[in-house]
């Protein structure tokens, strides 16, 4: 994980970035541009093409932007650049990953995935539902992805695994340890997609919705998303156990495995309990908050406040969740950067230019167009963060004006920016780490993600459209 | 350090500072203050009765407070509640947070301690300005008073006086090292006075400064402060030579100590070069950025920008400072309360109704009555933070009310704010690390605080009078 460790600035890398940013910059302005906003437009595109280039890491790139776009007078301090450190979905999120810690702290999680594998887990096809059930439930209160599939479902997979006799370096990995990985990495893209909170870079996409005079809540997104959601982890398990079937398919032993750890941990201890009652008590609040008028970060730090109070987690728990503070950096920067992209005319003017040009077509085929592209351009990302920073806002804007109705467009975007991450093993969090574990050949993991981008496209936009048009959402 | 960890929740002070807020929460609302002014007000008391009493970690007792603002609907999320968090004075401390991690991580910061021991440290007067001068050079990019007494000077001078042959339980602490600890103590007071930078607390004044429509810039903090704060650091290391002779007055080997860990380092690295030049240019532009109009943060931000991209810090370095987390959360979280209490009415309110009483008096015995009972108010608090958050505000408004010249009320309270912190073994960050030594008996360290306390406030109030009126100041 820590292996770009010693060498995570490239110069030249950056460099190249600077150069084209410059070149932006001295362009002729496009008639009906303000100054400012294309110099925001430059330091942007250099800020992204830094992280996309991995130049330096996200962080730093981003304030090294930050730091280019206040030196240059583009955005002033006191009431622009640091206006994305006080937006009140980016601490939902930077929250969030504090209430994740209290799942993998009390060994809630675990117990959770013991659970369901005791009750499913005598077929391999059962351990790995059970796994998916596992995943699906940790997700709307944990934010990384990469925490949920490289923290919680991962030791236990490969455990499970090599306790029947699948490794990968010395001719098992096929018993069923390869199955199990490739299972765990395509469910959890799919749980990302499904909630506000599920990952880290969804609530770019509720921003972006709400310039566009969009509101995506909580609740909202969630409901839109169960019907596809539901169907694709239902088939996704079975789908991989076909196409890459593992040679071990009865598992009775996991039952005795996880009767064994589930004994091990005991009662559930009172921390347990209190890590339960808040979990249920943010997705209550986060389900009927739009009808209750409670916003969903009002909720969340309620939340935290109680797990603090109660001693679940300590402060030095929240001092230390460097996911959270990470998040917290880049994403500040990126949204504010992306929201006055926007307040200074540049997304309005590009995304008409962009509609004239497209204009004539019914939107419903500007529709699809645009999501394919949209997620078929992952290959080139190596993060769902800087795709849906580079893109998402552009997209959004020109499909809103080329008539596709605006909810449509925004909560499609939303979930194809969690999709697109089947594809490879470097386009999300938890790709890098559940191929790093070796179990899975490289041709195979692009085949089977190329096969169920297919299968995730179609249902999410055929049986999932059906769904939204029931819903009124278009 | 950790003492406190697994104890950090008491629920009978929590409630006793619940009951407290609940009382004046209920209370009739006098005539001219807003509801909402007014509850904030309650939630503001319990939030401070909180830190206070040590009820909760600050940071915890801060999202306590920002939870039930934003459940009883005190505080809106959208656009009041997390502005604190976008606030620029705010990060000017988060990102001197980081920046102070290189001194330490290039080891520059110990190089300069070696430096000046070398040079003056042949007696043991010589060797305690060798200290001060050493946390004077690294106060202006070093928020963490803490970190400069514990984490550079107190290591260095552990290692000085266990060389001499004093040690805190053997009946040696003083030979040396009593002298030692008392006097770095001392002159950290008072090199946290001395720039907004130098103490984590020191931008809330500055920001209560802003809501009275005083502009207090860093360069105009550190002009204001120059004089009487060498004269102070001048006399202090003498002084308790005087008050608390060591027994060893020549340090011929420390000389030579120095040489060899000078040696041992060998010649200045480039990481520490790229520290000195950026730690240059941070001073620069603080000092001209009230000229050049660049404001202190853009000049942080740059200065880190630097760092991270010549590798001197990584990202893994900046995620890591959990100071600067800790820093950021409570900073932001009472910075929105106080500014909202000023925003909704309470403060200007409250100050009219004290000035009122008080009216009639020349504002030439307000002033120094305010600033002694702020000053000796401390022996409360167990933290320069709490202290400033819970009265700063109310006296610079009172202050000005009465007709203190705003500037000589703002700057004075700020100074100020740093100063009591001589007094006691608890009061201020450094103060337990250094007292829990074990070099220096209580009483003794309550004795010569009191004296210093009476010798600063005459060096500030009387000199510095002098100066800030020569400065046109008032």
Redesign the interface.
């Known amino acids: 994980m820590n292996q770009l ?1 010693t060498s ?2 490239s ?1 030249p890398k ?1 460099i190249g970035a600077l150069i084209i940013g410059a070149i932006i910059w001295f362009l002729p302005i496009p008639e009906g541009v303000k100054t400012e906003a294309w110099h925001l437009l430059a330091i942007f595109i250099f800020t992204i093409l830094g992280i996309i280039l991995k130049a ?2 996200m ?2 790139m981003c ?2 932007g ?2 280019i776009a ?2 240059t007078n583009t955005l002033n ?2 009431n622009q650049a ?7 979905t980016i ?1 939902l999120i930077v929250i969030a990953f504090f209430i994740a810690r209290g799942f993998i702290k009390t060994g809630l999680g675990s117990r959770i995935a013991y659970f369901f594998i005791f009750h499913l887990g005598s077929k391999t096809l059962g351990l790995a539902y059970g796994l998916a059930l596992t995943d699906l439930v940790l997700a709307p209160a944990t934010p990384s992805n990469t925490a949920r599939a490289g923290g919680v479902i991962y030791p236990i997979l490969k455990s499970m695994a090599h306790n029947f006799g699948s490794d990968p370096d010395n001719g098992t990995r096929k018993k069923i340890g390869e199955y199990l990985v490739l299972t765990a990495f395509q469910v959890d893209i799919i749980t990302s997609a499904m909630f506000v909170t599920s990952m880290a870079a969804n609530p770019l996409i509720v921003q972006f919705a709400a310039n566009n005079g969009v509101e995506l809540t909580w609740g909202g997104w969630a409901l839109a998303a169960i019907v596809p959601g539901l169907i694709s982890l239902a088939i996704i398990p079975y789908l991989v156990f076909k196409i890459y079937p593992p040679e071990i398919k009865e598992t009775p032993d996991a039952k005795n495995i996880a009767r064994r750890k589930l004994k091990e941990m005991g009662p559930i201890s009172k921390n347990e309990w209190i890590m339960l009652f808040v979990f249920a008590f943010l997705i209550i609040f986060w389900i009927l908050g739009g009808t209750l008028g409670i ?1 969903a ?2 909720t969340a ?2 939340g ?2 109680i797990l ?4 679940v987690l ?3 728990d ?3 969740e ?1 996911g959270a ?2 998040t917290l ?1 880049w994403f500040g920067i990126l949204v504010m950067m992306a929201d006055f992209l926007n307040k200074l005319g540049f997304i309005p003017w590009f995304s008409a230019l962009i509609a004239k040009e497209m204009g004539g077509h019914a939107w419903t085929l500007a529709f699809p167009a645009l999501l394919l592209i949209y997620f078929y351009s992952h290959y080139m990302f190596a993060s769902a963060t800087a795709h849906v920073t580079a893109m998402a806002a552009a997209f959004m804007g020109v499909g809103i004006t080329v008539g596709v109705p605006p909810y449509l467009m925004a909560i499609s975007l939303g979930f194809f920016s969690n999709l697109f991450g089947s594809t490879t093993h470097y386009g999300m969090g938890p790709a890098p780490v559940l191929f790093g574990s070796g179990y899975v050949e490289l041709t195979d993991w692009w085949k089977l993600g190329f096969y169920l981008s297919i299968i995730n496209i179609a249902v999410w936009l055929g049986i999932g459209g059906l769904w939204w048009k029931l819903l009124g959402l278009f």
Do not use: H, Y
Request: glycine share 8%; aromatic share 10%.
């Open positions: 460790e995570e600035v110069i950056l330096l890491p962080g730093t304030f090294t930050l730091a206040l030196l301090i006191k640091l206006t994305g450190f006080g937006n009140s601490w916003n970060t009002t730090i309620a935290l406040a603090l109070i109660s001693g300590n402060w030095e929240v001092k230390s460097k503070w990470d950096i």
